[in-house]
T-cell receptor, first 114, second 116 residues
Framework: DQQVKQNSPSLSVQEGRISILNCDYTNSMFDYFLWYKKYPAEGPTFLISISSIKDKNEDGRFTVFLNKSAKHLSLHIVPSQPGDSAVYFCAASAIGGSQGNLIFGKGTKLSVKP | SQTIHQWPATLVQPVGSPLSLECTVEGTSNPNLYWYRQAAGRGLQLLFYSVGIGQISSEVPQNLSASRPQDRQFILSSKKLLLSDSGFYLC???????????????FGPGTRLTVT
């Protein structure tokens, strides 16, 4: 059973507009969430994270929102740029969880059109 | 600063041949280390993790094994490759986030393995 779900396998957005990537989780013990960006044939790179004590974390064009009651988080990219085209993975973990292990979603492929 | 290396970058191997992928981390000591596989069109599957030399935990039953002969070295192996072992293999290490008990993982560049 998938504990972290990214239900949209792909998303297409026009350059300059907002990209919203969504992620849902089922395990109420998760309390730390991360977003990674992955280009083809490269390793994922860490983008931004949020802990359960916050509902928003911002870093430049990237903002992550957490809705604990809905077990939902989202990544907003504003404005979207063609270089943002990549696969985005959502991941979750819990304090005391197995040695820092993260549970990943299956990813959403973002395409930003010029 | 910390860096993580993986080699080779690409590998084409026939079915039944052995496999050895290597991962090394620089700039940190006693890291937690991880091997993931990303099959075509799929997410990241955790294969093994290690919290110290000689300590390996397997997440899924499979044709692969892992070893950690040195603190910053993690090796993924197979005695006989299967077609289903094809994929993109990623090594990662984790760092704790302050004193919170949370961790972030950082990935190597990956190895593209094609079993023919």
């Amino acid at each position: 059973d998938q504990q972290v779900k990214q239900n949209s396998p792909s998303l297409s957005v026009q350059e300059g507009r907002i990209s919203i990537l969504n992620c849902d989780y089922t395990n109420s013990m998760f309390d730390y969430f991360l977003w990674y960006k992955k280009y083809p044939a490269e390793g994922p790179t860490f983008l931004i994270s949020i802990s359960s004590i916050k509902d928003k974390n911002e870093d430049g064009r990237f903002t992550v929102f957490l809705n604990k009651s809905a077990k939902h988080l989202s990544l907003h990219i504003v404005p979207s740029q063609p270089g943002d085209s990549a696969v985005y993975f959502c991941a979750a973990s819990a304090i005391g969880g197995s040695q820092g292990n993260l549970i990943f979603g299956k990813g959403t492929k973002l395409s930003v059109k010029p | 600063s910390q860096t993580i290396h993986q080699w080779p970058a690409t590998l084409v191997q026939p079915v039944g041949s052995p496999l050895s992928l290597e991962c090394t981390v620089e700039g940190t000591s006693n890291p937690n280390l991880y091997w993931y596989r990303q099959a075509a069109g799929r997410g990241l599957q955790l294969l093994f993790y290690s919290v110290g030399i000689g300590q390996i935990s397997s997440e899924v039953p499979q044709n692969l094994s892992a070893s950690r002969p040195q603190d910053r070295q993690f090796i993924l192996s197979s005695k006989k490759l299967l077609l289903s072992d094809s994929g993109f293999y990623l090594c990662a290490w984790s760092v704790s986030v302050g004193v919170s008990g949370w961790y972030e993982q950082y990935f190597g560049p990956g190895t593209r393995l094609t079993v023919t």
